[in-house]
């Protein structure tokens, strides 16, 4: 891993979708204060995160968020180099926030402003671990969310070569939607995952859709497959729901790490990175470990979902670099990173 004297202390700030945080790190490595607002029970009556009341959310509390995070860290905004914001991708509403409030801060505190990308973000809360020291490049990144399916191969710092990508619903999306049609609780991901114990992984037969070539994944039609299991129930209540949870989440895994060992193997990667909140899965987890002979590595489940640590991570190795944005920085609802 490239290393730098150079210290920065950098205050970030993240608000791309349901989640309000900011986040005080050191040296792109050391967090400070990590402070995370989770709408989580607001959206669970929807099945679904509902934009305008995530922004209107976000409003009321990014103020005391960032109070807090300085209050955590011990600093003042005299002690910070930069002010950092998730400038996209993620709902316009919600980011509009957090770069609004990132910018007030830059110009009145006469701070550097950076806007990062939220899925840059995700792959750099791996150098907020232990094993940042270890890391070497060539890395290969599974970002695995709730919008997100997508592998990249890290040649250095800034340097992303997208191998493949989701090509109709992302895996946490799908989670989500199948969640919901077996009557678990929102947010999908964690109520499958917790279903699957009980199940059977082999109890249904659903399609992987792994392809032949390249390294993209598709999930409509392993969602479409539940769907037609599902409607043969007359309720909730006479499903195997158990089994319906674990063979769906076998199905998702199989072909993620599939796609994953298969670019690993053709790009000459030294380690296997998974990112976002698909990677707290468990069963993902240990397939990924079990089929790769390369190290594997995973954020602590803190950092797996949106934080604003990952994004001061990132912030870092731009600001070392001598990147400055200006003030007329603008959200980019569908930021691409490559």
Known sequence: METTDQSTRILAIETSCDETAAAVIANGVTILSNVVASQTEIHARYGGVFPEVASRRHVEVIH??????????HLGFGDLDCVAVTR?????????????????LAVARNLPLLGINHIEGHIYSLWLTEEAPHIRFPVLTLVVSGGHTELYLMTDH??????????????????????RLLGLPFPGGPAIDAASDKGNPAAFRFPRAVMDQGY??????????VVRQVSQYHSTAAMPTADLAASFQSAVVDAL???T???????????????????ANRALRAAMRARLALPVRVPPLALCTDNAAMIGAA????????????????????????
């Open 261 to 279: 060992a298969a670019a690993a193997a053709a790009t000459g990667a030294t380690a296997v990175h998974m990112a976002g909140g698909v990677s």
């Open 257 to 259: 790490v599939s796609k």
């Open 158 to 179: 800034g340097q992303y070569r997208l191998l493949g990508a989701t090509l109709d619903d992302a895996a946490g999306e799908a989670f989500d939607k199948v969640g």
């Open 64 to 73: 005391p968020v960032v109070e807090e995070a300085m209050r955590v860290a």
């Open 88 to 104: 996209g991708p993620g709902l316009v509403g919600s980011l509009l926030v957090g770069v609004n409030m990132a910018k007030g």
């Open 216 to 225: 993209d994944f598709s999930f409509s039609g392993l969602k479409t497959a």
């Open 315 to 338: 912030a870092h190795f731009h600001f070392i670099r001598g990147r400055r944005d200006s003030l007329d920085l603008d959200v980019v609802p569908s930021l691409q990173l490559v």
